[in-house]
């Protein structure tokens, strides 16, 4: 019984793939395709988001894939996004001072791939939220704290993964 398992453990083992993106429907699988992204729309508390957004999701798809980012007159296809919420979310106060000491950007989106020539939704993202955290500093919180400037760059890190990931996801 035990020589069994070790063999079919061993078969398992060989028939397991050494890429981990194996079994993954890949945008750069299959042809090139010229993306329009159009800037993110909507908002929330938060300003300025929509166009640093864009740029994030258009550098991560011209990384990871083999499409490239145009404007939507030679495009195949368009990227759009939908910013539902965003918001700042005080996380802790100091002790010492009652400022806060945590603060959490927080967006919620939708977002749609859609083919232009058939007007078909390739791809469709609901509701997805992404979070950066930092302590802000100041007199009676940590020293030496983190600029809002730099939880915005990891959202927006973090938003562009997310979308591309989900692009290339085999659903």
Request: glycine share 10%.
């Amino acid at each position: 019984m035990i020589r069994w398992v070790k063999l079919m453990l061993c078969l398992a083992l060989l028939g397991c793939a050494n890429d981990a993106r194996t079994g993954l429907t890949f945008m750069n699988d299959g042809p090139a395709r010229r993306v329009a992204i159009e800037p993110f729309v909507g908002g929330g508390e938060i300003e300025g988001l929509a166009l640093p957004l864009r740029e994030a999701v258009a550098a991560e798809l011209l990384r990871r894939t083999n499409h490239t980012v145009t404007n939507r007159p030679t495009a195949d296809t368009l990227l759009r996004g939908e910013i539902r919420s965003a918001s700042r979310r005080l996380l802790g106060r100091s002790t010492e001072s009652g400022l806060p000491s945590a603060l959490r950007l927080e967006i919620t989106l939708n977002v749609e791939w859609v083919d232009l020539a058939s007007g078909t939704v390739l791809k469709s993202l609901r509701n997805v939220r992404i979070a950066a955290d930092y302590a802000p500093g100041g007199a009676g919180v940590a020293p030496g704290g983190e600029r809002e400037t730099v939880a915005r760059q990891q959202l927006f890190r973090r938003t562009a993964r997310t979308v591309v990931d989900a692009l290339q996801s085999d659903w």
